[in-house]
Structure formats: C-alpha cells, structure tokens
C-alpha cells in the first residue's frame, strides 16, 4: 500500500470506503433532519396539549355554567307555578267580589224600588189620614150642634 505517487489510484476497497462514508453522512443528515422534525413535533404536541387543557377548562365552565342555568331555570319555574295558583286564587277571589257586589246591588236596588212605594203608601196614607181627620173634625163639630140643639130642644 505504499504508492508514493502523485495520482492516487482508488483501490475498490477505497471506493468501498468512500461510498460508506458518503452514505453515513447521508444517514446523518436524515437523522439530524428527523430529530429537527421530531421537536418540532414534540413542540406542536406541547402547543396542543395546552390548547386541549384550556378547552377541557372551557367545557368544564360551561357545564357548571349550565348546571347553574339549569337550577336558576328550575327555581323559576316553581316560582312561575306559585305565582300562577296565587294569580289564580286572586282572579277567583275578584270573581267572587264582583258576584257579592253585583247581588249587593241589586238588594240595593229592591230596596230603594221598595222605599218609593213605601213612600208613595206613605203619601196616600197621610192623604187619607188628613181626610179622616178633617171628617173626624167635622162629624166633632156636627155633634157638637146636635148637642147644643139638643139641650135647645130640652130647655123649652
């Protein structure tokens, strides 16, 4: 192996050699640009996983969010349903005033119906009475004279 000379023959082992060479550092480069593109994988994973993580957070608020809504939801209803029956109660209750009302006024009515014709008997009784006694007056004084010529009639 000694050839001193100044143009270098490649023996096929040194071809061998070279290839292998060449062929390592191809595998390097292959490697180097893997483990470039396995960061920058492991980077996207990371980036992910926290997006996950805040959405997860998310959902978790939403759903107490909901649960809260849910409840709200349920205690209004029951309150809608009390205020409904006491709605209710009042509306019939109102019913029940106006139909007290209205036969309060019609016993009003038949009482001032009944106090005119009261009042018109009144008239007429008084009418009458005004007569007996005028008659009453007169009959007092026609006796009175058939008394006095009575006791005329026994003086002579």
Do not use: Y
């Amino acid at each position: 192996h000694s050839a001193p000379c100044t143009a270098e023959v490649q023996t096929p082992r040194d071809l061998k050699m070279e290839a292998i060479k060449k062929k390592m550092q191809a595998m390097k480069v292959e490697k180097d640009n893997a483990c470039d593109r396995c960061d920058v994988t492991e980077e996207a994973s990371k980036a992910a996983k926290v997006r996950a993580d805040k959405a997860e957070d998310e959902v978790a608020e939403l759903v107490a969010k909901s649960r809260q809504l849910e409840t709200e939801l349920d205690l209004t209803a029951e309150k809608f349903a009390i205020v409904s029956l006491q709605l209710e109660e009042k509306e019939k209750s109102l019913l029940a005033a106006e139909a007290e009302m209205n036969a309060l006024n019609r016993r009003v009515q038949n009482l001032e119906e009944d106090l005119e014709k009261t009042e018109e008997k009144f008239v007429a009784a008084s009418g009458k009475l005004d007569k007996a006694g005028t008659a009453a007056d007169d009959s007092e004084r026609a006796k009175k004279v058939f008394q006095n010529k009575a006791e005329d009639d026994e003086k002579r």
